[in-house]
Each structure stands twice: as C-alpha cells, then as structure tokens.
C-alpha cells in the first residue's frame, strides 16, 4: 500500500537555526506533493506543491522543498526558522489516483523557542 | 469569498448514537473530500465527490460511515451507531479540480463517550 513516512515527530529548535524535515513516499509513477502546516488553533494550509518540472520549489514564508525521486524523498527546508514557524507540518502525496486523494504522513510538530 | 466551512465544530456523543457532520465547500470547487486525523497521526481519506460523478468510497471505515452530496454544494458525513474509536478530527477539503490544491475546513471534532 501506499504511504508516507515523516521521521521526526518533535523538533525543538532555538530562533534562526536551520531547519529540514523529512518526507519519504512509497510508489514508483508519477507523484504530486505537498506540504501542509497547521498553525495552532488555525486549519490546514499548502505551504508548498510540486507537481512537475524544477524539483526545488518554493513556499511561503521561505520554505521550500526538494523533490528526489531517486530517493522517493520530498524534505522541507528552511534556513533560519521563527518563533511563528511553531505549528505541526504535514507531508502529503497524491499518488497515481486519479481522484486526487492525498495520503498523509504523521505530522510533524515544530516548536520554535525564542 | 468564504474557505470551506464545517458544522458542528465540536460534537460530544454517547456510543451507540448517529451523528451528521456538514461540510460547505467553497463555491465553484467541484471537487470534495472527507478525511479523518485521529490523534497524534496525519489525515486519512475517507471520500471523494466530483460532481455527479460516483464518488470514491474506498476509504470509509465500516458500513457505519456514509456520505452524501448534492451536486457541487453541501456534504454530509454520518456515522451511525458511533464507537470510541470514532473519536477523531473529521476533516473536509474542496478544490476546483482533483489536480489542484486542497482547501481544508477547520474540522469537526468528535468525541464518543
């Protein structure tokens, strides 16, 4: 079956340290990705899309993600994180369905101290 | 205009009742999806409506779990006879196109006691 794998649950980083989370998908075609945030007490929002041409995309508020696919990878970057990057993060893919269903990884928390 | 929208925001219930969870997409989004986030893990996909098209019900629990909509306006999820381990964030999604991104409600959550 299909899935997502984020490998860091709980990151704590200190103000302007650099930041990159994981994402890695099983299933060999065609890919659609996505990362989402939820802010606290806020909804679900696209930070970040690939869907074809220059694997290296940009988001919002200075992110941005590398899609490998030779290491069916999708990792989230920034270089220097906020204290507002706090908020659980969430890597999805839209594998081969014609449906557009996205299947989610675990979520990812960020805690950001000032 | 208006995000997505869903109704209740919260819903406490006994096991063993039913329960109708809204969801108003954003206007002109033909696409519509239900997802369930359980806590502590990401989203699951539930279904899938695109316009009168038979919707995608790969992703529905058990029989207890169904959904309806009407053309390209509101859906509903039911759950009848709820268990605990229907407690969960329940999660709707619209979008002008399957291709595109999704645009997510701020979710219903449900407690079964």
Do not use: M
Not at chain 1, 38 to 47: A, F
Not at chain 1, 82 to 89: H, N, V
Not at chain 2, 18 to 42: F, K, M, N
């Amino acid at each position: 079956a299909q899935s997502v794998s984020q490998h860091n649950h709980h990151v704590i980083l200190s103000e302007a340290a650099s930041l990159e989370l994981g994402c890695n998908y099983s299933y060999g075609g065609t890919v659609n990705l996505f990362w989402y945030v939820q802010y606290p007490g806020q909804h679900l929002q696209l930070l970040l899309k690939y869907f074809s041409g220059d694997p290296l995309v940009k988001g919002i508020k200075g992110f941005e993600a590398e899609f490998i696919k030779s290491k069916f990878s999708f990792n989230l970057r920034k270089p220097s994180v906020q204290w507002s990057d706090t908020a659980e993060y969430f890597c999805a893919v839209n594998a081969g369905s014609n449906t557009g269903k996205l299947i989610f990884g675990q979520g990812t928390t960020l805690q950001v101290k000032p | 205009g208006a995000g997505v929208s869903q109704s209740p925001s919260n819903k406490v219930t006994e096991k063993g009742k039913d329960v109708e969870l809204r969801c108003d997409p954003i206007s002109g989004h033909t696409a519509l999806y239900w997802y369930r986030q359980r806590l502590g893990q990401g989203l699951e996909f539930l279904i899938y409506f695109q316009g009168n098209s038979a919707p995608d019900k790969s992703g529905l629990p058990s029989d207890r779990f169904s959904a309806e909509r009407t053309g390209e306006s509101v859906s509903t999820l039911t759950i009848q006879r709820t268990q605990q381990e229907d407690s969960a964030v329940y999660l709707c999604a619209s979008t002008p196109t399957y291709k595109a991104e999704q645009f997510f409600g701020p979710g219903t959550r449900l407690t079964v006691l």
